[in-house]
Nanobody, 127 residues
Framework: HVRLVESGGGLVQAGGSLRLSCVAS????????MAWFRQVPGQDRELVAG????????YYRDSVKGRFTISRDIAQNTVYLQMSDLKPEDTAVYYC????????????????????WGQGTQVTVSA
């Protein structure tokens, strides 16, 4: 198993930036496909960005392309989500997730495919 701890959320004005961090322990993040999901109360959890186990396949939902970047620091065992040009519609609780059983080259699109989850971090973007 793996423990995931998120940080970096907060309150920011529209057009601003935040960087979310997800620290994994004790297993190496090379063993997992990693993803960021977000959820608004009363709505379904949605995939924001993901990176495959081998690092060669990256996914972004259309609404964040050009604004968000997912990356890995293998030495720090950490996955990041750099968010720029934030919009009020980005307001949500953001969750880090790890996919143990998926193939090394894929990003799986549904939350049910991910076995391990962080506690979530709130991102609020004011108009």
């Amino acid at each position: 198993h793996v423990r995931l701890v998120e940080s970096g959320g907060g309150l920011v004005q529209a057009g601003g930036s935040l960087r979310l961090s997800c620290v994994a322990s004790p297993r190496n993040i090379r063993n997992f496909g990693m993803a960021w999901f977000r959820q608004v109360p009363g709505q379904d959890r949605e995939l924001v960005a993901g990176i495959s186990k081998n690092g060669n396949n990256i996914y972004y939902r259309d609404s964040v392309k050009g604004r968000f970047t997912i990356s890995r620091d293998i030495a720090q065992n950490t996955v990041y989500l750099q968010m720029s040009d934030l919009k009020p519609e980005d307001t949500a609780v953001y969750y880090c997730a790890a996919d143990d059983t998926g193939l090394t080259s894929v990003v799986r699109p549904t939350g049910g495919s991910y076995e391990f989850w962080g506690q979530g971090t709130q991102v609020t973007v004011s108009a």
